[in-house]
């Protein structure tokens, strides 16, 4: 029996995967995606989110998707691993992600051939099918110059009023010193944020909310609050690192026979074992918080 329906959920409170389900709404979170939904039916043009490893940007962006598949005049596509060997093969690749019709042979094409293609779709989603055309890049940081400048491009293409395409980077913070060496770029970026971590009473909320989005109704937390402190001194409020030790810890819950409730102890023996894996020391202070 797996170790959540003994604990009386229905699901994984803590798994790993970026499911928009268990997306706990913090402040910034919540500010973040009515901004970028907010530019996006202004067709204004260029979103960028920067944010650590692990603070939430995919789960942000697939926040986001669903968030587009509810409305019917946005097309998009997400690129997960912006990696690609030349522009003609990223412009080729939203050829291909759109389901663009290409009737020439790709390698033939010139890159300004394949641009021109995808500028006539574009030209013809928004100004005659009213449509919203968004492109979102994942892992932002991973583009290279020449991808960039390519999208700085397609940036240009506009009416008197709007963008012909929307593009949201997600990235890690390298991406921002990225973007300001590109002449022209940085100027374009229409709203820019940065993620950051979880504080204490957030950190609190976001266990709390997973472990009932997973289907628990008792009355009893499953976390000590002097638990979550330890959590959070030893995550620094990270998401990815607090959904780890959470998980370690409910196992470890189910485990010992003598526990109802994951206490300190038990919290600082999961995160013990977890720094020791790392290779870290972390000292834990008496009173962290
Ligand atoms: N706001 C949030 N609420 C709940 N879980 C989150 C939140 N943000 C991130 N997570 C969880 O943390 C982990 C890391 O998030 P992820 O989106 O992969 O971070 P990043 O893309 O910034 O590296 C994921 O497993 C995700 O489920
Ligand atoms: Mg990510």
């Given at each position: 029996?797996?170790?959540?329906?003994?604990?009386?959920?229905?699901?994984?409170?803590?798994?790993?995967?970026?499911?928009?389900?268990?997306?706990?709404?913090?402040?910034?979170?919540?500010?973040?995606?009515?901004?970028?939904?907010?530019?996006?039916?202004?067709?204004?043009?260029?979103?960028?989110?920067?944010?650590?490893?692990?603070?939430?940007?995919?789960?942000?962006?697939?926040?986001?998707?669903?968030?587009?598949?509810?409305?019917?005049?946005?097309?998009?596509?997400?690129?997960?691993?912006?990696?690609?060997?030349?522009?003609?093969?990223?412009?080729?690749?939203?050829?291909?992600?759109?389901?663009?019709?290409?009737?020439?042979?790709?390698?033939?094409?010139?890159?300004?051939?394949?641009?021109?293609?995808?500028?006539?779709?574009?030209?013809?989603?928004?100004?005659?099918?009213?449509?919203?055309?968004?492109?979102?890049?994942?892992?932002?940081?991973?583009?290279?110059?020449?991808?960039?400048?390519?999208?700085?491009?397609?940036?240009?293409?506009?009416?008197?009023?709007?963008?012909?395409?929307?593009?949201?980077?997600?990235?890690?913070?390298?991406?921002?010193?990225?973007?300001?060496?590109?002449?022209?770029?940085?100027?374009?970026?229409?709203?820019?944020?940065?993620?950051?971590?979880?504080?204490?009473?957030?950190?609190?909320?976001?266990?709390?909310?997973?472990?009932?989005?997973?289907?628990?109704?008792?009355?009893?937390?499953?976390?000590?609050?002097?638990?979550?402190?330890?959590?959070?001194?030893?995550?620094?409020?990270?998401?990815?690192?607090?959904?780890?030790?959470?998980?370690?810890?409910?196992?470890?819950?189910?485990?010992?026979?003598?526990?109802?409730?994951?206490d300190r102890q038990l919290a600082t023996e999961v995160i013990e074992k977890d720094s020791i894996s790392r290779w870290r020391h972390v000292t834990m202070p008496q009173n962290s918080i």
């Amino acid at each position: 029996m797996s170790y959540y329906k003994i604990l009386g959920l229905n699901s994984e409170p803590f798994s790993t995967s970026p499911d928009p389900e268990f997306l706990y709404l913090s402040r910034e979170y919540d500010l973040a995606l009515t901004n970028i939904l907010i530019e996006l039916r202004l067709k204004r043009g260029l979103n960028v989110i920067l944010g650590d490893v692990g603070v939430g940007k995919t789960t942000l962006s697939r926040k986001l998707v669903k968030e587009l598949n509810n409305r019917e005049d946005f097309i998009f596509h997400v690129t997960l691993n912006p990696v690609f060997e030349s522009e003609k093969e990223f412009l080729f690749t939203l050829i291909r992600n759109f389901d663009i019709p290409f009737d020439r042979d790709f390698r033939e094409a010139t890159v300004s051939e394949v641009r021109d293609v995808f500028e006539g779709f574009l030209l013809n989603q928004t100004l005659k099918q009213n449509k919203t055309v968004v492109l979102i890049i994942d892992e932002a940081q991973k583009l290279s110059q020449e991808t960039l400048e390519s999208l700085r491009i397609l940036l240009n293409y506009e009416t008197n009023d709007f963008k012909l395409v929307q593009i949201v980077l997600l990235g890690q913070l390298e991406l921002y010193s990225r973007i300001i060496e590109i002449a022209n770029f940085y100027d374009r970026i229409d709203f820019k944020f940065t993620l950051n971590p979880l504080g204490f009473e957030e950190t609190k909320d976001m266990i709390d909310f997973r472990i009932r989005q997973a289907g628990f109704n008792g009355s009893m937390y499953l976390f000590l609050e002097e638990a979550i402190k330890d959590i959070y001194y030893y995550t620094k409020g990270y998401p990815r690192g607090i959904i780890r030790i959470c998980h370690r810890c409910l196992r470890a819950l189910v485990m010992s026979k003598s526990k109802m409730v994951v206490d300190r102890q038990l919290a600082t023996e999961v995160i013990e074992k977890d720094s020791i894996s790392r290779w870290r020391h972390v000292t834990m202070p008496q009173n962290s918080i």
